[in-house]
């Protein structure tokens, strides 16, 4: 999305808050007794009711904008009226160009489809339907090569799963134990009235594979820690680089269209499988 646009996007929504804090000890200072004050603290004060009666101001003409009729026509003893209820948006396709914005900012992914939806409809200058099937075949585009960037996700999960059901039979098996034993360890096993029980083949097994399962241990608790580590940096190397490579592919792609709506849209994407949009 422009930049422009983002910005007029967040003025009016961090305007809401202008009332908080220390805007409000200023109007609470204002409507005290006069003191003796600064003509610097002064015009700090006149700053700070200015701007909060403006961002009043703003929220204000909004909600009546977005509403179609006065504000206190919206309410009746706290509660909405029947004509107001009926302007709710049930679909994101009959929100206001404002609204699509915020929830695209907080990057809902039906809110991104509509961004690029009305981003073709102005580019290309067609009707509503027509830029959904132009949406339809970038979102196939933006599927290109994604099991490729799945594909170090499958393979860590497939190790680790099939790991952890391995290592099972590999200490109380006693079959398992005896071929293990004889390819790769060829240790000298118990007599056999002493591997009667799985606890016993495994007290056997155990002297080969601790060392495995330990040091496996420990290198995954390495691993665990670093990865918080980089969480608290705020850091995914491998899949923020996926991400922004298929991003700048499907911008690449289409550069006719707004590359931040082109990019946001790529960034939600899930790599398993495509969410299931809403109407």
Known sequence: MSISLVSKLRIGASSSHLLSGGNLRAFQTLSTPATTHSSEERRKENAL?????????????????????????NF??????????????KTFASMTNDQVLHFAELKIPEACRECI?????????IEYDEA???????????????????LPFYVGFGASFT????????????????????AYVTAELPPPEDLETWLEVGSASWGWMEPVLGHISFFLL?????????????LRPYFHW??????AYLVEKYPQYDAEFLANFSRIDRLAQPHKMED
Request: hydrophobic share 40%.
């Open 49 to 73: 009711v200015a701007s909060a009666s403006v961002g009043q101001w703003i929220v204000s003409a909004q909600t009546r904008s977005m509403a179609g009729m006065p504000e206190s026509a």
């Open 76 to 89: 009746r003893d706290g509660k909405p009226t029947l004509e107001y209820a009926k302007l709710l948006p």
């Open 117 to 125: 939806v009305r981003n073709v409809m102005d580019v290309d200058q």
């Open 132 to 150: 959904m099937q132009v949406f339809k075949e970038i979102a196939k585009t933006n599927r290109e090569g994604m099991l490729s960037a799945a």
């Open 163 to 182: 790991g952890g059901i391995v290592s099972i039979p590999l200490v109380f098996n006693l079959k398992t134990v005896e071929w293990f034993n004889e």
């Open 222 to 234: 390495c691993m665990q820690f670093a990865r918080s580590q980089l969480q608290n940096l705020g």
């Open 242 to 247: 996926q991400q922004e490579r298929r991003a």
